[in-house]
């Protein structure tokens, strides 16, 4: 069964969320989640998908102005997607995908899109097999902005 998420899910949301992005903290986890319950924000949504067992998937999805390959200013996007490994290639990821697309529609989307590492080859797969097309791929650059606070050129006025 695919739903929204609810409080008492917190604790099984962020052992997942923890196991697909192992670089964040819990604590950040936690924060996130915290968040998510009191935002009240439309454009986001999480879904779960519950067995008898407990909580064995969930997706994170929002709303994003702009996606690569997408045409429209208003796309649904699959932010997050994870299935317990014991629940994996049964259906379960394909069920919360479909949820997530009636979610995007049902938010006035006329596409969905999502992203996953170059490197992540099982989930290139798992996406092209539900569908979505390879749009584009990039490398991305970050780079630290240094010293200016202390220039008075990027000094905010009053």
């Not at 899109?113 to 097309?133: E, M, R, W």
Request: proline share 6%.
């Amino acid at each position: 069964m695919i739903r929204p998420v609810t409080r008492a899910d917190a604790g099984a949301w962020q052992a997942m969320r923890q196991a697909l992005w192992p670089e964040t903290t819990g604590e950040e986890h936690a924060t996130d989640i915290t968040r998510y319950f009191w935002s009240g924000d439309d454009d986001a949504a999480c879904l779960v998908a519950d067995s008898p067992d407990g909580i064995i998937g969930f997706v994170e999805l929002s709303i994003r102005p702009y996606a690569e390959g997408c045409v429209t200013e208003r796309v649904g996007y699959l932010d997050g997607w994870y299935v317990a490994p014991a629940w994996r290639r049964r259906g379960v990821g394909r069920a919360l995908v479909t949820a997530s697309e009636a979610w995007a529609r049902r938010q006035g989307c006329r596409e969905f899109a999502s992203d996953t590492p170059l490197d992540n080859i099982t989930s290139q797969a798992a996406h092209q097999a539900l569908g979505f097309v390879e749009a584009e791929r990039i490398t991305c650059y970050c780079k630290p902005l240094v010293g200016l606070a202390a220039d008075p050129a990027h000094t905010p006025s009053p």
